[in-house]
C-alpha cells in the first residue's frame, strides 16, 4: 500500500495509475498497447497473432507479422506488457490450421477454426460437385433429378439435409455418388465405356496397375498413398479421412500418425486389395552408403538388374570423408520383395549400408 501511496504522488493520471496497479496485481495477464495507446490484456503467453484478433477479426486473418516496440517480429513472437504493436498485414494471407498453435485466447481460436470450416467446407464442395457430376454421367443420371422429392428423401435417409451436404461428404472421401443413385434409381447401371471419376484419380494417386486399398464400410471412394511414409502391400496400414482428398493412406508407424497429427475422429480401417496373380509395384526409396571404390555402383546396378527390378532414378554422390552415397528409387512389389532386395546389395563387397528411406 505504501508503494502505491508513493506512486500516486508521482502519476497525476488515474488511468496511468490503473494501469500499473493491475499489472501488479495479475501477473499472470499481459497489457499491450496499439500505437494509438488502446490498452488490451491477454494471457500470459499470447501472441501478436491473439493481438491481432483482438482488435478486428480481419485483421487477424491477414497478418503476416508485427512491429514490437519499433521491431519486426513473427507471428509467434509472445507478448510482454508494456509492448507497443503494430501489426503487420497482407490482403493476400489467410490462416491455416497451423494459426491454430500461434494463439492463446479462445476468440482466436473460434475464429480461425470458423474461417477453416468455411473455406474447407467450399473446396470439398466444388471436388465433390465435379467428381458428383462425372459419377451421375456414368449412370446417366441428371443433376436435375436431385431437386426431385425422391432425391430428397433418399438424402435426409443418409443423413444430408442438403445437397450441398452431400457433396461436401464426397469431397472429403465419406460418401459416394453411386450410393445416391442406386437409392434413387437402382435400375440404371455405369456404362463401362465412361471411366469413372474417381477411378481416375486413384489412378493417377497410385500409378497404372499400382495396388489397390479397400475402405472398410465404404465403396468407390477415393484413396492415395500418403508421401511422408509411402507405404507398401505388406506393410500394416491405416487410413485417414483428409480435407478435400478422400482417404489418405499411412504407414501404421509413421511418424505423422505416431505424432498424432489427425484427428482420432477421422481414422478408417483400410487393408490391402490385389486381384490374385496381378503383379503391382509401388516406387520405394533405398539409401546405399558405400566405401568410394571403382564398380561398386556397377555391382549395385547389376544385382538390382539380376533381381529384374526397375530403377526409377538414380542419384550418386561422395562425401567429405570419401564415402559414397547413393539414393535409388526403385518400382517394389511389396515388403518380400524389399527385403530380398536390400540382402542383396548388403551382401556386397564395399556396402556399409542399405537401407529404406522414407519421406521426402
Not at 465433390?128 to 438424402?155: C, S, V
Not at 477411378?199 to 497404372?208: D, F, M, P, S, W
Request: aromatic fraction near 6%; charge should be positive.
Amino acid at each position: 500500500m505504501r508503494q502505491y501511496l508513493d506512486l500516486l504522488k508521482d502519476v497525476k493520471d488515474p488511468r496511468e495509475f490503473l494501469q500499473v496497479a493491475r499489472m501488479d496485481l495479475f501477473p499472470d495477464e499481459v497489457y499491450t498497447f496499439s500505437p494509438r495507446g488502446d490498452v488490451f490484456s491477454f494471457p500470459r503467453g499470447a501472441t501478436v497473432l491473439d493481438f491481432a484478433y483482438a482488435i478486428h477479426t480481419d485483421l487477424g486473418h491477414q497478418c503476416v507479422g508485427a512491429r514490437v516496440n519499433g521491431k519486426m517480429v513473427p507471428l509467434r513472437h509472445q507478448l510482454r506488457s508494456g509492448d507497443i504493436v503494430e501489426i503487420q498485414t497482407s490482403p493476400k494471407h489467410h490462416p491455416s490450421r497451423d494459426s491454430l498453435r500461434l494463439v492463446r485466447t479462445s476468440k482466436a481460436r473460434a475464429k480461425i477454426r470458423q474461417w477453416l470450416n468455411v473455406h474447407e467446407r467450399q473446396r470439398s464442395i466444388g471436388l465433390g460437385r465435379e467428381i458428383a457430376e462425372k459419377e451421375f454421367r456414368r449412370y446417366r443420371f441428371h443433376a436435375r433429378r436431385m431437386k426431385d422429392r425422391e432425391t430428397i428423401a433418399a438424402l435426409k435417409a443418409m443423413g444430408y439435409d442438403s445437397y450441398e451436404d452431400f457433396l461436401s461428404a464426397v469431397g472429403y472421401g465419406k460418401a459416394s455418388p453411386a450410393t445416391l443413385v442406386s437409392r434413387v434409381a437402382p435400375e440404371l447401371r455405369a456404362e463401362d465405356r465412361l471411366e469413372s471419376r474417381l477411378t481416375r484419380v486413384v489412378k493417377k494417386a497410385l500409378g497404372v496397375g499400382a495396388p489397390r486399398v479397400e475402405v472398410k464400410g465404404v465403396d468407390d471412394v477415393m484413396a492415395s498413398m500418403a508421401g511422408c511414409c509411402d507405404p507398401i502391400p505388406g506393410e500394416e496400414i491405416v487410413g485417414y479421412i483428409t480435407r478435400g482428398r478422400g482417404v489418405s493412406v499411412h504407414a501404421a508407424n509413421c511418424p505423422n500418425v505416431e505424432k498424432l497429427l489427425y484427428g482420432s475422429e477421422r481414422r478408417i480401417d483400410v487393408s490391402w486389395s490385389r486381384a490374385r496373380g496381378e503383379k503391382t509395384t509401388r516406387p520405394v526409396k533405398i539409401r546405399v552408403i558405400m566405401d568410394d571404390h571403382p564398380g561398386v555402383l556397377a555391382r549395385i546396378t547389376t544385382a538390382i538388374s539380376e533381381e529384374e527390378i526397375n530403377i526409377r532414378t538414380v542419384d550418386a554422390r561422395v562425401d567429405e570423408e570419401q564415402r559414397g552415397m547413393v539414393l535409388l528409387v526403385l518400382d517394389i512389389e511389396d515388403t518380400r520383395h524389399l527385403q530380398r532386395i536390400l540382402k542383396r546389395l548388403r551382401g556386397i563387397e564395399g556396402i556399409r549400408q542399405a537401407e529404406r528411406s522414407q519421406g521426402a
